[in-house]
């Protein structure tokens, strides 16, 4: 063969590989992200009035509608892509306002509520709560603070450690209610709206306080030797049910100095201690490969559960509690009803339900179920409502106080449901599950109107995201309330619907995955291994209903129009599929990485040669395992926010590295170590992306773009473009 020939041969198969990548590109990062991503349903406890948010290209704004037709309007007009969120939207009981918080990053492990500028302003923005008549009209500011609580005509809500109320017309400004030693939480306003109930953590105890106006003194509900959360009120409002648990013994120092002082005002805990610098007992890169990735995911990169970023079913567990009933005419509390001691045990999703109910979310057998109890039977044994091999979440309990609406991974398809959501309502007193929803869709995050109608909800696909929607309880019928949002050029049918994927780990454990296979593509083609975060978090069969994972979603499309294959494994410490293997023995979350990646290079249509990783915050730090351990298997990777102590020697593979420096569920400082130990060994050959200001969540939709290109990029020269 002459020079000529084979200069034309090798000049042709470039262009092949060119127009390959080109025309397998059906559609842009720009447009495969122009989704009107929506959040924080909710219903007023009347009538038929819903509000949610929704972000468009990192505008947030708040959407309203009534019954029946539930015709979706605007209520806000926010008009810049600046990184604030809108949570904790509530409506008041008699419909009249909307009352939501504007700003802060909410979803962190730490600094929670701390100001977020991502926009990178000279002046920081506030954390704000506002209200906004629900018929239209001008917001008005509140006050600064946040974690609102809602009675018809007042709101109160907490700032700088201090409790603020102001009406919920806005007509008059916020005045300071609390000024007490202690911080303060689980805010709730009585049935009749003129008491407030409220949570007091003192460190090492707490008690539940009351607060009736400025003139009364604070009464502390049987203060004790004991840590009391969790205020509830009975619905005649005689009562308080509240948990109580042992005090937290805290080692006596007599030496000064500190941590200075936080954002507001409060004194900062020294790095290493919770909420300081570095995530208390976070992995540090001197602490070896021995357990790493778990040491990683569990301290350094889970994420906090709350609204549509957090939600989804992270056990806590830990110290023992027990439900105590207070009777306000006298003073006195009495333990109600105690858990078993153990780990799977613990109260969540709490409520008061009726004068004889109260119902509760456990993981006493193995799922995370719902439970209720008699309060007109001394020691009540609690009642199963939701039997069954699945998960609860999202839980709401209806207006009449007689159902519990919720989210689960259960339905007439078993084997495919449990990679689903559905919605199914409940009777708060006897078992006995109706199915609301069914099929191959997704419906999450329940809220039934006050008026008992209809369910609100938010509905998604395998190639369509989230739109809201509502159901009837009378008909079952359906309406995409909120389809008209979706760009017209949004390209739904160019998605790959993902296909159920379950193989076995080597120890012989059933893992689920996802698999994303391009178009009417032939012969091998290079491949993907998706890691997701938490790591308490399944993957599903459809567009994700946490923002953090639509974008990654998102992603997944992206890469797959690009021309590879992609497979996202759920791997142990994940939810969905019980308290066994959301708790399974240490390291055994990467064994089922490492063999979804085998399972991956196993497929006849894969190349081997090209196959790479990728994910965020505890699938970074996976992904990082991935590629320090098993080079040879994985070709190339790219690490978001992922913290890694691991070793570099057989770290070979080109490695991304992105991170955003005001993370508050990875610190920064994590990627600096890990970047640094590569830079100082000088392999592998690395590439790296600093995204200033903002945090774990990528608040502004133009960081979304940023970061989503630029890892899409270095996996198409590092494995797509590979010769």
């Known amino acids: 063969m002459t020079k000529t020939i084979r200069l034309y041969l090798l000049a042709v198969s ?17 447009e495969v992200t122009n989704y009107p991503f929506p959040r924080d349903m909710t219903s007023a406890a009347t009538g038929s009035k819903i509000a949610y948010s929704v972000e468009e290209q990192g505008r947030r704004n708040i959407y309203v509608a009534s019954g029946p037709d539930f015709k979706i309007r605007k209520l806000t007009n926010y008009t810049k892509d600046d990184g604030q969120e809108l949570t904790s939207i509530t409506i008041t009981n008699d419909g009249k306002y909307v009352v939501y918080v504007r700003g802060g990053e909410h979803s962190g492990n730490y600094d929670r509520s701390r100001v977020v500028n991502p926009e990178n302003d000279p002046i920081l923005p506030k954390i704000q709560v506002w209200s906004v008549p629900f018929a239209g009209g001008i917001p008005k500011l509140l006050g600064d603070g946040d974690y609102p609580a809602i009675s018809n005509h007042r709101v109160a809500w907490t700032n700088d450690g201090q409790v603020w109320i102001a009406p919920s ?6 005045k300071l209610a609390i000024n007490i030693l202690g911080t303060y939480s689980g805010l709730q306003w009585s049935p009749d709206g003129t008491k407030l109930a409220f949570a007091c953590n003192r460190t090492d105890h707490g008690y539940i306080g009351i607060y009736t106006n400025e003139h009364t003194p604070v009464s502390w509900v049987d203060p004790q030797f004991a840590m009391d959360r969790s205020p509830n009120w009975s619905p005649d409002g005689k009562k308080i049910v509240f948990t109580r648990s042992p005090a937290n013994p805290v080692a006596q120092t007599n030496t000064g100095g500190g941590g200075g002082r936080g954002a507001n005002g409060a004194a900062a805990p020294a790095v290493g201690a919770p909420g300081g610098g570095r995530p208390a007992g976070a992995a540090t890169p001197n602490g070896g490969a021995v357990g790493a990735a778990n040491a990683a995911v569990t301290a350094g990169a889970a994420q906090i559960q709350g609204g549509n970023r957090g939600g989804g079913g992270g056990f806590r567990g830990g110290r023992q509690q027990t439900l105590y009933i207070a009777d306000l005419a006298t003073g006195k509390a009495e333990p109600f009803y105690k858990l078993p001691q153990g780990q799977r045990n613990s109260f969540e999703e709490f409520h008061w339900a009726t004068n004889g109910t109260m119902t ?14 008699s309060t007109l039977t001394p020691n009540p044994t609690p009642v199963l409502l939701t039997p069954g091999d699945f998960e609860v979440e999202q839980v709401q309990l209806s207006g009449d106080g007689k159902w519990l609406v919720f989210s689960t991974n259960t339905g007439p398809d078993k084997q495919n449901d449990m990679d689903r959501r559905h919605i199914f309502r409940v009777a708060v007193d006897k078992p006995g599950m109706e199915e609301i929803t069914s099929g191959d869709e997704l419906e999450t995050y329940p809220a039934i109107t006050g008026d008992g109608k209809t369910i609100a909800y938010f509905s998604a696909t395998g190639q369509r995201p989230l739109v809201a929607a509502t159901i009837s309880l009378a008909t079952h019928k359906t309406n995409l309330i909120g389809l008209k949002l979706l760009a017209a050029n949004f390209p739904v049918k160019q998605m790959a619907a993902p296909k159920q994927v379950i193989y076995k780990s080597p120890d012989g454990t059933t893992v689920h995955a996802q698999l994303f296979v ?7 083609k290079p491949a993907l291994l998706y890691i997701h975060g938490g790591p308490q978090r399944q993957m599903l069969l459809g567009w994700h209903h946490m923002d953090y ?10 890469l797959v129009s690009m021309g590879f294959e992609v497979l996202s494994v759920n791997y142990r410490q994940g939810i969905g599929y019980g308290y066994d293997f959301q708790r399974p023995p240490a390291g055994s979350n990467y064994i089922d990485v490492r063999a979804g990646g085998a399972w991956l290079a196993a497929q006849p249509d894969v190349d081997t040669s090209r196959l790479g990783v990728f994910g965020g915050s505890a699938g970074g730090a996976l992904a990082a395992s991935a590629l320090a351990r098993d080079s040879k298997l994985f070709k190339a990777g790219v690490i978001i926010h992922g913290d890694s102590p691991e070793p570099l ?4 593979s080109p490695t991304m590295i992105i991170h955003g420096d005001d993370d508050r569920n990875v610190a920064f400082d994590a990627g600096v170590s890990l970047v640094s130990r590569i830079t100082q060994k000088g392999k592998p050959y690395l590439e790296t992306m600093v995204i200033p ?3 774990h969540h990528w608040m502004k939709y133009s960081d979304i773009i940023k970061v989503n290109t630029t890892a899409a990029e270095f996996l198409k020269k590092q494995l797509l473009l590979k010769k």
């Open 14 to 30: 470039a262009l092949f590989l060119n127009s390959f990548a080109s025309s397998a590109q059906s559609f842009s990062m720009a």
């Open 169 to 174: 017309s806005g007509v008059t400004p916020g």
């Open 360 to 373: 509760f979310m456990s993981y006493v057998d193995g799922w995370p179920h719902l439970y209720s109890l």
């Open 518 to 524: 391009p178009a009417n593509s032939t012969g091998k």
């Open 549 to 558: 994972y639509s974008i990654d979603y998102a992603l997944t499309e992206y």
């Open 649 to 652: 020697d057989n770290w070979t």
């Open 693 to 695: 200001g903002d945090s």
